[in-house]
């Protein structure tokens, strides 16, 4: 059995390093094919280095550009692989622009797709990241889905019952799989930025929809600028905020200490010891709740809601004074509440399986 995996974005690298490890315990063939959509070495490499994911056999440099430039390179080069190669199945991950150029291409061609992270939803249709959840979704012939809220939303879009599989949160397998590698490295890690475990916040904001409109990004600032008064704000910035901010010539507080990206195991590190969160990420969102950390989400809405309704995370959106007034808040929920719904941590193994079952 021969599957293609359809890698682009850093949210990606993760779940990948999680199912590729599952393939190789199940010997199962794979070819691992990276869009170029992040290429940034800290957005990118980092990643493989860190969590020994296999070099790629196809690197498609797509690059950045518009969704519809980024999406269409990327279904163009993925095609011309799918046409040079047979496989039994093409695996995405997620819901980026990657993502569903994988799916497109796959589907046209009669190669089965199979979706990791399927069912999820904001019903926010303005986000780049639904219409690619929903069109990914529909053209998959297996979804495995993280939670059973995702099942329901599933259903509820008329999805076919059999296509869909609850196997629980690939990343929550990677935060249990790569806890002693993480929690290592803290105490260096906060000797380096001299700050005391939980006595500081952790930051990050990536989603068009607050970068991109300088008000609501205002608003954000003057929210981490109030909670600094608190904590220092430690916040590494993806690349399209950081040029937001240089091009707005906007410039926070000195005490929200702006950093470059930064890999997955200092994420994680310097997340276990926060005080709290702020951020717009899905990822950190959830990993944020699977170490019970307080959590404003910079958002209206949230496609984990198993977050919000175990008491972690608090739905803020850019509204300055709801950001300061959760960074008050002390204590989130018990880890315990939260892992439950996220599976038991071997999801990705049950991915591996599935495949072969259905596969080969
Ligand atoms: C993408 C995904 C989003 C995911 C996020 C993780 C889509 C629609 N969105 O958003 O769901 O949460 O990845 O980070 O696919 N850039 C660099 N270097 C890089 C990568 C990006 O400088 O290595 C800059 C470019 O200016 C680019 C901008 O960041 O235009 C945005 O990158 P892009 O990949 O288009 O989307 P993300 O915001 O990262």
Request: hydrophobic residues 40%; glycine residues 8%.
């Amino acid at each position: 059995m021969k599957v293609a995996s359809i890698v682009g974005a850093r949210p990606q690298f993760i779940k990948a390093a999680m199912v590729s490890a599952a393939f190789a315990r199940a010997e199962i063939s794979e070819s691992l094919i990276h869009t170029g959509q992040h290429y940034d070495f800290a957005m990118s490499e980092l990643f493989f280095e860190q969590l020994g994911l296999p070099k790629p056999q196809h690197s498609l440099g797509v690059g950045s550009a518009s969704h519809g430039a980024q999406t269409g390179r990327a279904l163009e080069a993925i095609e011309a692989v799918l046409q040079a190669e047979s496989f039994d199945c093409v695996l995405v991950y997620g819901d980026t622009n990657s993502t569903l150029a994988g799916a497109l291409a796959a589907a046209k061609m009669h190669v089965p797709v199979a979706h990791v992270e399927a069912g999820l939803r904001s019903f926010n249709r303005r986000m780049p990241e639904e219409i690619n959840r929903v069109l990914t979704d529909h053209v998959s012939e297996m979804l495995f889905v993280p939670t059973e809220g995702a099942v329901k939303n599933l259903r509820d879009e008329g999805i076919d019952e059999k296509k869909i599989h609850v196997v629980g949160d690939v990343m929550y397998d990677a935060a249990l799989s790569f806890a002693s590698l993480y929690r290592d490295r803290s105490a260096a890690l906060l000797e380096g930025e001299n700050l005391r475990g939980n006595d500081y916040f952790l930051a990050t904001v990536h989603r068009a929809e607050n970068t991109d409109d300088e008000t609501v990004l205002r608003n954000i600032i003057a929210g981490m600028n109030a909670t600094s008064e608190i904590a220092p704000v430690l916040w590494p910035l993806h690349p399209r905020t950081r040029a937001r901010l240089e091009t707005l010539n906007l410039q926070p507080a000195d005490a929200v200490r702006l950093r470059e990206p930064i890999g997955y195991f200092e994420m994680q590190s310097l997340l276990v010891n926060a005080r709290g969160v702020l951020t717009d990420s899905g990822g950190l969102q959830k990993e944020a709740a699977f170490h019970g950390v307080p959590t404003s989400t910079l958002r209206d809405e949230t496609e984990w809601p198993e977050t919000v309704t175990c008491g972690c995370n608090t739905l803020t959106g850019a509204d300055t004074d709801r950001i300061v007034a959760n960074a008050m808040r002390c204590h989130g929920a018990q880890p315990e509440l939260v892992t439950r719904a996220f599976g038991d941590g071997h999801a990705s193994d049950k991915i591996a399986q599935l495949l072969l079952q259905n596969f080969s």
